[in-house]
């Protein structure tokens, strides 16, 4: 990214990154202010009791407000591939692992409104439709509108900074006293990333 940055703008110097900066920072806002401002707070897990059950109105605004981060997932994958097609891979082995709790938080939320099964599979369907209409979106219509991958890399890396930084870190955080598991976890995700980023390089570079 700050390699594109550089190249873009014809200088080596730190005022070239303040613009990549300002629309990282635009991503993580973004975030916060669909999941906190517009989504209404609420907590899954701890809250077991029926009077404790969210609203329907609540984990469908919730829902969309997690819509918007897919959505950047799919714009990371197609942003990613278009810098290096390895890369590509590596984001989309990302977001791909993380569908699969991402559709369990999913689907617990609309449980808790008290809907069945179909709503279910409607909700986590629309997750990864979203993942992909970014990836259609940003590879056919972001470049002929001017959003090319020099834009669109810094507000994704935001948005996937907001969620690590303020979602998934302090829930390791609050549960890794109690469970050492759950702090190594976060070890074993930054390894994974490793192995499957070195595996790549030897396996198509071959």
């Not at 900066?21 to 916060?32: A, E, K, P, R, V």
């Not at 390895?86 to 808790?112: C, D, N, Q, R, Y």
Request: hydrophobic share 55%; with cysteine.
């Amino acid at each position: 990214m700050i390699e594109l940055w550089l190249k873009k703008t014809n200088s080596q110097t730190a005022e070239a990154l303040i613009f990549p900066m300002i629309l990282l920072l635009i991503g993580y806002l973004l975030t916060q202010f669909f999941e906190h401002t517009i989504a209404p707070h609420f907590h899954l897990g701890e809250e077991v009791h029926a009077e404790y059950l969210i609203s329907t109105s609540s984990a469908y605004t919730a829902i969309g407000g997690l819509l918007i981060h897919t959505f950047f997932d799919g714009v990371s994958i197609a942003a990613a591939a278009q810098v290096d097609y390895k890369v590509g891979i590596l984001v989309f082995i990302a977001v791909f692992l993380h569908k699969f709790p991402e559709g369990f938080t999913i689907a617990s939320m609309v449980l808790a409104a008290g809907k069945g099964r179909k709503e279910v599979l409607i909700a986590t369907s629309l997750v990864g439709l979203t993942t992909v209409l970014g990836v259609l979106i940003f590879y056919f219509i972001g470049a002929n509108i001017g959003l090319t991958v020099a834009y669109a890399l810094p507000i994704a890396c935001g948005v996937t900074i907001y969620v690590a930084a303020s979602d998934l870190i302090p829930e390791v955080n609050h549960h890794g006293g109690k469970r050492p598991l759950v702090s190594m976890s976060v070890f074993a995700g930054v390894a994974l990333f490793f192995v499957i980023h070195y595996t790549l390089r030897r396996v198509l570079e071959s």
